[in-house]
């Protein structure tokens, strides 16, 4: 069945450095959708993208979905200590409503 | 609008025995989907709901049950409990099924098995 594959498993940046998860498939995904779970807390949704090469800001955060919608990357510019928690990446299988979560990014930021 | 609620919030069950959790989705909000959340495993999709029907089932066995009622909220069952089932169980919803639809997640049950 369909996987998504997400690395790194855990990083640990200082305040300031950036930060980088990456997903990957070996199939062609219908969508991406990216999640932040904070520790102790749910996943909460942070953004969808579905067109390929599609590229979206929010803040300091940039999702991108590749050209062969088969990879998808979250990259945060200057972390802060607010930006630690795990981040998902998550894709629909098929026209269903079944989600396909990657194992997720465990992202800890030094202060 | 409230969130989405999930009922308990903690359970301590024994080997054999089974459990209910239940899911109040966002009003308004038709799906209801749950997961498993392990450290080992991640995230996994059990089922999805929406109008009473199951849509979509997850690989999971036939102990994991679960219903949906005519005002959307849904329950989970889980029969003859094994430790292995010890997890956080979450419930999700959206407006609508099927693809591109954003999921808002409950606080989840942690679900112990002793």
């Known amino acids: 069945g369909q996987q998504v594959m997400q690395i790194p498993q855990y990083q640990h940046v200082q305040e300031g450095e950036d930060f980088t998860t990456y997903c990957n498939s070996s199939?062609?995904?219908?969508?991406i959708q990216w999640y932040k779970q904070r520790p102790g807390g749910h996943p909460v949704f942070l953004i969808q993208?579905?067109?390929?090469?599609e590229v979206k800001k929010q803040k300091r955060l940039t999702f991108q979905f590749g050209e062969a919608k088969k990879n998808s990357s979250l990259h945060i510019t200057a972390t802060q200590t607010t930006d630690v928690g795990t981040y998902f990446c998550a894709s629909h299988s098929g026209n269903t409503g079944k989600l396909i979560f990657g194992q997720g990014t465990t992202l800890q930021v030094k202060p | 609008k409230a969130g989405v609620t999930q009922t308990p919030r903690y359970l301590i069950k024994t080997r054999g025995q089974q459990v209910t959790l239940s899911c109040s989705p966002i009003?308004?909000?038709?799906?209801v989907s749950w997961y498993q959340q392990t450290p080992g495993q991640g995230l996994q999709f059990l089922f999805e709901y929406f109008s009473e029907t199951q849509r979509n089932k997850g690989n999971f066995p036939g102990r994991f049950s679960g219903r949906q009622f005519s005002n959307s909220r849904s329950e989970m069952n889980v029969s003859t409990l094994e430790l292995g089932d010890s997890a956080l169980y979450l419930c999700?919803?959206?407006?609508?099924?099927?693809?591109?639809?954003?999921?808002?997640f409950g606080d989840g049950t942690r679900l112990s098995i002793l």
């Open positions: 999700a919803s959206s407006q609508g099924t099927g693809q591109f639809q954003p999921q808002h």
């Open positions: 993208l579905v067109k390929s090469g």
């Open positions: 199939t062609t995904l219908s969508n």
């Open positions: 009003s308004g909000h038709r799906s």
